[in-house]
């Protein structure tokens, strides 16, 4: 996320109500996770396991829960709670302002794009050219959508990310502030759900196309005509390079990479980052000709024990 235009770190810690370290003018050009940073952002770190990554991160401001040295060229924002801290920010930058049209007036919709009866489209949101968005969709705030898209009945896109933190009396929300962007060429399948970014954009890229009932996880970037079928599960911060195919009942874990042409068979659980170019298919995931392999070894022992009884 991007501030609409730079702040001092004096006038972030003054938001947070925080101590710093760092000249007062420090330039602070938005806040993002960890794992897209970019230099002028704000980081948050709230465990010692993580600090050195935090530290070294390209992220220049870091809001951390110890008074430790700052490296050269960063700032330090600290604060006892930088979770809740990097919360108060998000709903500083990007407040939640309700809504009480169909289609917020404050939304851009392209040339011959046609929103059906009972869709929801929210604050800032853009659609491109020749668009059909089908009935009881909605499109959360500051969605960016391209041309000639197709979204079926009931999708949702912007839903928040599930991203909690256990706290002694439950789980306390990490705010999203993020985005949902579709590229051009689109199609989106019947009651599928793809979350926002926390801080940064869930990217689809151009010419992806899902089936019905898949769910998208935050901060996830799909890229150019891959191809993803029905009741498929992709958790947050998952990187789909381009022309992949995931078959039915597909489930990831986050972090991970699926390389370019890869396939996943049906029911696999893609508990890893994968190459490109392969098929794969099981749990835990391995290439598919391995893996069928093993299945028909494992018919075989029934007939191996019967050999070894009879000796």
């Keep these: 996320m991007k501030f609409p235009t730079i702040f001092s770190l004096k006038q972030i810690a003054d938001i947070i109500s925080s101590t710093y370290v760092g000249i007062d003018d420090f330039p602070v050009l938005g806040m993002n996770e960890i794992h897209v940073v970019e230099p002028g952002d704000i980081v948050f770190v709230d465990h010692p396991k993580y600090y050195d990554k935090a530290l070294k991160s390209k992220a220049t401001i870091i ?19 930088p979770f809740r801290d990097f919360n108060k920010l998000t709903t500083f930058f990007q407040p939640f302002v309700p809504n009480n049209r169909s289609i917020s007036a404050t939304a851009k919709i392209g040339k011959n794009t046609v929103i059906q009866p009972n869709a929801f489209i929210g604050n800032n949101v853009t659609i491109g050219d020749n668009c059909l968005i089908h009935s009881n969709v ?21 839903a928040d ?14 705010i999203s502030g993020g985005r949902v962007v579709l590229k051009n060429n689109v199609d989106i399948g019947a009651l599928c759900t793809i979350d926002r970014g926390v801080t940064g954009d869930t990217t689809i890229g151009f010419g992806s196309k899902l089936d019905n009932q898949v769910h998208v996880g935050h901060d996830t970037v799909i890229g150019e005509k891959c191809l993803i079928a029905s009741q498929t599960g992709i958790a947050g911060c998952v ?17 991970i990479t699926i ?10 659980g893609v508990t890893k980052s ?9 749990t835990p995931i ?6 069928l392999k093993q299945l028909a070894y494992i018919k075989k022992i029934p007939e191996i024990i019967k050999k070894l009884d009879k000796k």
């Design 274 to 282: 994968v190459a490109g170019g392969k098929s794969y298919f099981g």
């Design 286 to 291: 391995e290439e598919s000709r391995e893996k």
């Design 138 to 158: 909605s499109i959360y705030d500051n969605c960016v959508i391209g041309d000639n898209v197709t979204i079926h009945a009931g999708s949702v896109l912007g």
């Design 161 to 174: 990310a599930f991203y909690y933190k256990k706290r002694p009396d439950g789980f306390d929300k990490l």
């Design 259 to 268: 390389g370019k042409n890869a396939v996943i068979m049906g029911q696999t």
């Design 63 to 81: 809001l951390i829960n110890k008074n430790v040295d700052c490296p050269e060229g960063k700032a330090l924002l600290i604060s006892d709670d």
């Design 239 to 255: 990187i789909i390079e381009d022309e992949v195919t995931l078959w039915g009942q597909v489930g990831t874990n986050s972090g």
